[in-house]
């Protein structure tokens, strides 16, 4: 071993001064590249060029909206100080522009495609978020062609960490493009802060959705319990690997959880996991943005209308745990009054993502009729905003079953819309969303569900008026304009305001 040790130093010491010389030649020909973008767009000293770094940007959902909803407060924030960048791989999006001609197609430079691209994009923001940019001409996009690095389905075996070498590959791409002098991250490749850090020189933030991995995982597959995403921990080879596995991928993604200079939550759940996993000072929280105006015009008078629905919202993703909704539905029939359970129905609304989901879809139909409750239950996939919003309104119960969600918006939305809600308890549902017995109905197990059914239907006009107020009061705390924005743009502040230097005061 030591002859071994002795024959082969030198060549480690060699690889590893080419590799440092590698790093600190790519690390200057960035601070170069930044310095000529400054000049080429006319930036001065007091001027700053921000990045977003979110390569599905027009995926429509709610990591959507933060992103835009944090680029629209920069803009009024800081006005002209900030030049923004979004990093994205949405370069089709040029096909949804109303000045696409697709006879001419074959004919359409890149730079045609990027800025009808970015055109479209944000006209599906505005149109399908309801979030419009103060200067939307301003808004610079860097297309990335390596975003399928950052797709699970490309990795079927170890999907965790080579999923997030992708998302530090991509993040190497991006700054190769245009390198800011503050790079956020709002989608989730939390391994990509390292690369910004070291190799851009940017300052970096993160907006943290939920962990790549908690120690409820871990636990999971420690205790050889069937989860949706372990099928192989029935063999204890497998399951002990997939431990090791884990534990070691907890303590990477910790070194590089640490990399980042401030970092964002959207819950106390996912605050406390941060908190544990990165080992780093406990994160800022700061809610997702909830747009609770929606509702603003439903009144507690508008209780006395509503039909006997329950209401669940949520996509037909396995770890929403639709089976138990039915479950719980059917045991409430049995224990409700008869008045009660005559005229209750369950109404399940979710997006189907692929046919996996649809395929999951119809195991659900099957299972009410198992159950029996197939006259009771409707199922209303993929439905339109426009009807959603009609069925919160009619709707009396909200019904919620996911464990440990990281946060739950959609719970919020029924909330604003005047449903008693019943959540899972645990998660952003049991420590920030209902917090108080007031406030909706917490359960777990399928008798729990069904008696928090009974319940809520038995309360009277008084209580849910009472209710009503309480909800609104809580709630307020969770609307865009009053808490994320402002707060976005007060935990950025200190990064847009130091260009230069290693350390960010108080971060």
Same mark, same amino acid.
């Given at each position: 071993v030591n002859f071994l040790l002795i024959m082969y130093a030198p060549v480690m010491q060699l690889v590893s001064f080419i590799l440092l010389v590698a790093f600190m030649t790519r690390r200057r020909s960035l601070h170069e590249s930044r310095e000529q973008l400054r000049q080429e767009l006319g930036?001065?000293?007091?001027?700053?060029?921000?990045?977003?770094?979110?390569?599905?940007?027009?995926?429509?959902?709610?990591?959507?909206r933060v992103l835009w909803l944090a680029v629209r407060a920069l803009q009024i924030e800081h006005g002209n100080k900030v030049q923004l960048f979004v990093y994205t791989g949405?370069?089709?999006?040029?096909?949804?522009?109303?000045?696409?001609?697709?006879?001419?197609?074959?004919?359409?430079?890149?730079?045609?495609?990027?800025?009808?691209?970015?055109?479209?994009?944000?006209?599906?923001?505005?149109?399908?978020?309801?979030?419009?940019?103060?200067d939307p001409d301003s808004i610079r996009f860097a297309f990335l062609s390596g975003r399928d690095r950052i797709n699970p389905a490309r990795y079927p075996r170890l999907t965790l960490l080579r999923q997030s070498i992708g998302g530090a590959v991509l993040g190497l791409e991006a700054i190769g493009l245009a390198n800011p002098d503050v790079m956020i991250d709002t989608m989730g490749c939390h391994f990509a802060g390292a690369v910004f850090r070291y190799f851009g020189g940017c300052k970096t933030a993160c907006y943290v959705h939920y962990p790549l991995i908690s120690t409820d995982m871990i636990e999971v597959v420690n205790a050889n319990s069937v989860a949706v995403n372990n099928p192989t921990t029935n063999s204890p080879f497998k399951r002990l690997a997939k431990l090791v596995y884990y534990r070691l991928f907890a303590l990477l993604y910790g070194w590089f959880g640490r990399r980042w200079n401030l970092v964002m939550t959207n819950s106390s759940w996912t605050t406390g996991h941060i908190a544990s996993l990165w080992g780093c000072q406990l994160p800022r929280l700061l809610?997702?943005?909830?747009?609770?105006?929606?509702?603003?015009?439903?009144?507690?008078?508008?209780?006395?209308?509503?039909?006997?629905i329950v209401l669940s919202v949520a996509q037909f993703r396995p770890e929403k745990d639709h089976p138990l909704q039915l479950r719980a539905f059917a045991k409430f029939l049995q224990l409700a009054p008869k008045e009660v359970a005559d005229k209750a129905s369950l109404v399940l609304i979710g997006g189907c993502?692929?046919?996996?989901?649809?395929?999951?879809?119809? @195991?659900? &139909?099957?299972? $009410?009729?198992?159950?029996? !409750? *197939?006259?009771?239950?409707?199922?209303?996939?993929?439905? =339109?905003?426009?009807?959603?919003?009609?069925?919160?309104?009619?709707?009396?119960?909200?019904?919620?079953?996911?464990?440990?969600?990281?946060?739950?918006?959609?719970?919020?939305?029924?909330?604003?819309?005047?449903?008693?809600?019943?959540?899972?308890?645990?998660?952003?549902?049991?420590?920030?969303?209902?917090?108080?017995?007031?406030?909706?109905?917490?359960?777990?197990?399928?008798?729990?569900?069904?008696?928090?059914?009974?319940?809520?239907?038995?309360?009277?006009?008084?209580?849910? @008026?009472? &209710?009503?107020? $309480?909800?609104?009061?809580? !709630? *307020?705390?969770?609307?865009?304009?009053?808490?994320?924005? =402002?707060?976005?743009?007060?935990?950025?502040?200190p990064l847009i305001d130091y260009r230069g230097g290693e350390h960010v005061v108080g971060y």
């Amino acid at each position: 071993v030591n002859f071994l040790l002795i024959m082969y130093a030198p060549v480690m010491q060699l690889v590893s001064f080419i590799l440092l010389v590698a790093f600190m030649t790519r690390r200057r020909s960035l601070h170069e590249s930044r310095e000529q973008l400054r000049q080429e767009l006319g930036l001065t000293e007091g001027e700053v060029m921000v990045g977003f770094f979110h390569p599905n940007c027009n995926a429509g959902g709610g990591g959507e909206r933060v992103l835009w909803l944090a680029v629209r407060a920069l803009q009024i924030e800081h006005g002209n100080k900030v030049q923004l960048f979004v990093y994205t791989g949405d370069l089709d999006a040029y096909k949804d522009s109303p000045e696409f001609d697709p006879a001419a197609e074959g004919e359409m430079s890149q730079a045609d495609k990027e800025r009808l691209a970015g055109k479209a994009i944000l006209a599906k923001v505005e149109r399908t978020l309801g979030v419009g940019m103060p200067d939307p001409d301003s808004i610079r996009f860097a297309f990335l062609s390596g975003r399928d690095r950052i797709n699970p389905a490309r990795y079927p075996r170890l999907t965790l960490l080579r999923q997030s070498i992708g998302g530090a590959v991509l993040g190497l791409e991006a700054i190769g493009l245009a390198n800011p002098d503050v790079m956020i991250d709002t989608m989730g490749c939390h391994f990509a802060g390292a690369v910004f850090r070291y190799f851009g020189g940017c300052k970096t933030a993160c907006y943290v959705h939920y962990p790549l991995i908690s120690t409820d995982m871990i636990e999971v597959v420690n205790a050889n319990s069937v989860a949706v995403n372990n099928p192989t921990t029935n063999s204890p080879f497998k399951r002990l690997a997939k431990l090791v596995y884990y534990r070691l991928f907890a303590l990477l993604y910790g070194w590089f959880g640490r990399r980042w200079n401030l970092v964002m939550t959207n819950s106390s759940w996912t605050t406390g996991h941060i908190a544990s996993l990165w080992g780093c000072q406990l994160p800022r929280l700061l809610y997702p943005p909830v747009y609770v105006k929606e509702f603003a015009h439903l009144g507690p008078d508008s209780l006395a209308g509503r039909l006997p629905i329950v209401l669940s919202v949520a996509q037909f993703r396995p770890e929403k745990d639709h089976p138990l909704q039915l479950r719980a539905f059917a045991k409430f029939l049995q224990l409700a009054p008869k008045e009660v359970a005559d005229k209750a129905s369950l109404v399940l609304i979710g997006g189907c993502r692929n046919d996996e989901d649809s395929a999951r879809v119809d @195991r659900l &139909r099957c299972l $009410a009729e198992e159950l029996s !409750i *197939e006259d009771r239950v409707r199922f209303q996939v993929n439905a =339109p905003h426009s009807e959603l919003r009609t069925w919160l309104e009619k709707a009396r119960i909200g019904l919620h079953s996911m464990r440990d969600e990281h946060f739950g918006i959609g719970i919020v939305d029924m909330m604003a819309a005047g449903l008693t809600v019943i959540a899972h308890n645990s998660g952003g549902p049991k420590m920030d969303i209902v917090t108080d017995p007031q406030l909706g109905f917490l359960a777990a197990t399928e008798d729990e569900y069904a008696q928090a059914l009974v319940d809520a239907f038995s309360l009277d006009d008084k209580q849910l @008026r009472r &209710r009503f107020e $309480a909800v609104r009061r809580h !709630i *307020e705390k969770f609307a865009e304009e009053k808490n994320f924005m =402002p707060g976005f743009c007060q935990l950025t502040k200190p990064l847009i305001d130091y260009r230069g230097g290693e350390h960010v005061v108080g971060y």
